[in-house]
């Protein structure tokens, strides 16, 4: 196994533990850090766990986490982009249904990706060129070969309502075309049922990279073609991103441009 992926599932694991010990506990308190954004301090828990563990092991790397942003080394090539509660509407409503996301960059190149679901204790993992896997055993995506027949996953741009009519418009195209939708509340997860075949596409508008850094990699790793909405790579930049199986992949982008 590649080391830093091992040190990433360590820490993916302390996480989890926090997580599952407070799930549906009283003890959580909740703060809106802006509109439709929540944080709790399971959350911050978490991401300072996390950081603990892979500062251990590479003390000169550098962390950006959602609620500390960035810990470590600034000027590191290695970057650990990470998400320490992802789904957090869901884990304060005591919704079964979250992650932890743990990347890692080199050189700007996603080089590793964990995402932990601790509730179900389905652990996803990848590191660049060697494949994706789900509890050690190895996943590949869905060989669904026409939009009709595909189940699809989305989220509306609730942080972002100014967005709606645009969203609407994409959603409806491809509702029109496509068997069924899923919208779940946890933008890692959705990347994950991807690569593992459980859903054969995914689209959002508006993620941050911690949404989105481990998810991508294990999807490219599984057999997905990852692009922004117009096709391109720059959905770090944009926040857009499209996930699909080869097959189903221009279908998807050709509705999203129209």
Not at 18 to 44: G, H, P
Not at 47 to 66: D, F, P, R
Not at 210 to 232: N, P, Q, Y
Request: charged content about 25%; proline content about 3%; hydrophobic content about 40%.
């Amino acid at each position: 196994m590649h080391p830093m992926l091992n040190i990433a599932i360590r820490a993916a694991r302390e996480a989890g533990r926090i997580i599952a010990y407070n799930f549906e506990q009283s003890s959580i308190s909740v703060a809106e850090k802006a509109k439709n954004d929540l944080v709790t301090n399971i959350d911050r828990e978490c991401e300072q766990k996390i950081t603990e563990v892979l500062l251990k092991s590479y003390a000169n790397h550098c962390i950006k986490g959602e609620e500390f942003g960035v810990v470590g080394n600034p000027d590191s090539e290695f970057v650990w982009i990470i998400d320490p509660i992802d789904g957090t509407t869901n884990f304060y409503r005591g919704v079964p249904h979250v992650a932890v996301s743990i990347g890692l960059k080199v050189k700007g190149v996603t080089t590793v990706g964990v995402i932990y679901d601790p509730i179900r204790n389905e652990l996803f993992t990848a590191a660049r060129g060697e494949g994706a896997q789900l509890n050690s055993k190895r996943i590949r995506v869905s060989d669904t070969r026409s939009l009709d027949s595909a189940v699809l996953a989305t989220a509306y741009p609730h942080r972002l309502k100014e967005k709606t009519d645009y969203f609407n418009r994409i959603f409806l195209k491809i509702f029109a075309k496509s068997a069924d939708f899923r919208r779940a509340g946890t933008a890692s997860l959705d990347l994950a049922y991807v690569a593992a075949g459980r859903l054969d596409g995914y689209y959002e508008m508006n993620l941050k990279p911690w949404d989105m850094c481990a998810g991508e990699l294990i999807c490219r790793e599984a057999g997905a073609i990852v692009t922004d909405f117009d096709g391109a790579s720059n959905y770090y930049e944009n926040g857009n991103i499209v996930v699909a199986n080869p097959q189903l992949i221009k279908e998807l982008l050709k509705l999203i441009r129209e």
